[in-house]
């Protein structure tokens, strides 16, 4: 098969990399792809990701037999609907089954029709409706802007100012554009986050391994809220009973109901969630892989990337027999210096050599005059596997210091909680 990947982070260098390995592989190209991936796949230059029409042309001089689409602003904004329109196929859902990340009202007011667990909430438009209904609930709160915003619009408020200071900047002061012209405020929930993510075809649902991702950019979950400063897979916290029970709570009524609403799904959904003391609760829904979830659940993957893609497209996902390696995967996130808020690129990179059973996918680098540089806020998401999770988390921080450039920071716990949990 020919296959264009769409994307240029982590998560697709580590999609690129998996669909390489596939025996029904015939050419690989990328879009617009990173120096990592170059190494791997034939990178599309010229296209820009926004301009679907330039896209689908590609497709079709190229003959590409399938598209998968790794970003969510792509899917939002219905890029598989214009490839499927023309007749490439695409693994990816369509800008409708796409809302459930595209707009967090939208999820929401789906969760309920749809009884999934989740917190309570109440969504605004208006600047005044929503303080007054800050100032009547009694319990603690997220405030979220409804549209995508490359995971930043969520604000975990402690003081009423607080609150009242972030729905301003969302509402009044627009700190978030278009994607602001909506805010829900819900209700904050405690315990364990664990990511779930599927391949489903729209009717068959295959639950991947799960995972748990690590927001905050210092040790002890301390810092600021990032893209995810590592993860882990899988979660010790999450056994067999528990993924049986977010299978028939979560993902199955998710699938069964975007497809009854007449906006069936198809490629991956991914379900944050929250092991809160009453039981699964979801904290939102993606419409495509996690990044970096995906940097260890697809190293453990062991059925062919590319004849679950195609399987999941044609709906015939009930006939492929899904495997998993046993074992742990382990992804430590380097970052460059001031992340994530102000971000120094353009440091030299240096990449030693790594063991077998390790890569180093590139997130946030660019070449410059034939040399490799940062330019991005996560530059590396550095996964070792082995055959647990003690033993995956000594082989990556062993080889840390192949990867140098200047300024370079990273968390020194990731599996903290699985480790503590296995001792």
Same mark, same amino acid.
């Given at each position: 098969?020919n296959?264009?990947? $769409?994307?240029?982070? +982590?998560?697709?260098?580590?999609? @690129?990399? %998996? ?7 015939t050419?690989?190209y990328?879009l ?5 991936i170059?190494?791997?796949?034939e990178?599309? &230059? ?15 001089? %190229? ?7 790794g970003?969510?602003v ?17 693994? +990816? ?8 990340e ?13 009884? *999934? ?12 409706? =929503? ?17 995508? @915003?490359?995971?930043?619009?969520? $604000? ?11 729905? %301003?900047? $969302? ?16 209700? &904050? ?25 690590h927001?905050r ?19 010790? *916290? ?20 975007? &497809? ?9 959904l ?8 009453? +039981?699964? &609760? ?22 062919d ?8 497209v ?5 006939? @492929? ?10 992804? @430590?996130?380097?970052a ?28 946030g ?10 330019s ?5 998401g550095?996964?070792?596997w =082995? ?7 000594? %082989? ?5 210091h192949q ?10 716990? *990731?599996?903290?909680r699985a480790?503590?949990g296995?001792?």
């Amino acid at each position: 098969m020919n296959v264009l990947v $769409i994307g240029s982070g +982590g998560r697709e260098h580590a999609i @690129v990399w %998996k669909v390489r390995q596939s025996p029904r592989l015939t050419k690989l190209y990328a879009l617009p792809g990173n120096p990592g991936i170059a190494e791997l796949a034939e990178i599309v &230059r010229g296209i820009l990701v926004e301009d679907q029409a330039a896209i689908v042309d590609f497709c079709k001089r %190229k003959n590409i037999e399938l598209v998968i689409v790794g970003p969510e602003v792509p899917l939002a904004a219905g890029l598989a609907d214009s490839l499927s329109g023309e007749g490439v196929r695409c693994f +990816g859902p369509k800008r409708s089954a796409a809302q459930i990340e595209a707009s967090k009202v939208f999820a929401k007011d789906f969760m309920m029709r749809h009884h *999934i667990p989740t917190a309570r909430y109440a969504s605004f438009h208006n600047f005044e409706e =929503a303080l007054n209904y800050l100032e009547s609930v009694d319990h603690p709160i997220v405030i979220k802007a409804s549209g995508l @915003v490359g995971g930043k619009g969520v $604000i975990l408020p402690e003081t009423m100012d607080e609150a009242k200071a972030t729905l %301003k900047s $969302i509402l009044v002061d627009r700190a978030f554009g278009e994607a602001g012209n909506e805010a829900v405020i819900e209700e &904050r929930l405690i315990g364990q986050e664990v990511s779930l993510m599927a391949f489903t075809d729209g009717k068959t649902v295959v639950p991947m391994l799960d995972a748990q991702d690590h927001k905050r950019l210092l040790d002890s979950d301390e810092g600021p809220n990032t893209g995810g400063m590592g993860a882990y897979a899988p979660a010790l *916290i999450f056994p067999t009973e528990i993924m049986n029970e977010a299978m028939e709570l979560v993902l199955k009524p998710a699938v069964n109901g975007l &497809r009854s609403e007449g906006t069936p799904f198809v490629g991956v959904l991914y379900a944050g969630l929250m092991l809160a003391s009453n +039981g699964i &609760r979801v904290l939102e829904f993606n419409c495509r892989f996690g990044d970096p979830e995906t940097q260890v659940v697809l190293p453990l993957l062991e059925t062919d990337l590319l004849e679950i893609a195609n399987a999941c497209v044609n709906g015939t996902l009930d006939g @492929v027999d899904i495997r998993w390696k046993n074992g742990a995967a382990v992804c @430590v996130v380097l970052a460059s210096k001031g992340y994530p808020e102000k971000v120094e690129s353009g440091k030299s990179v240096t990449i030693g050599k790594l063991p077998e059973d390790m890569v180093c996918f590139h997130a946030g680098t660019k070449m410059q005059n034939e040399n490799l540089i940062t330019s991005g806020g996560r530059v590396f998401g550095l996964t070792g596997w =082995a055959s647990d999770i003690d033993q995956a988390v000594k %082989k990556v921080y062993s080889n840390i210091h192949q990867i140098t450039f200047e300024g370079m920071q990273y968390r020194r716990d *990731i599996a903290r909680r699985a480790l503590e949990g296995s001792t």
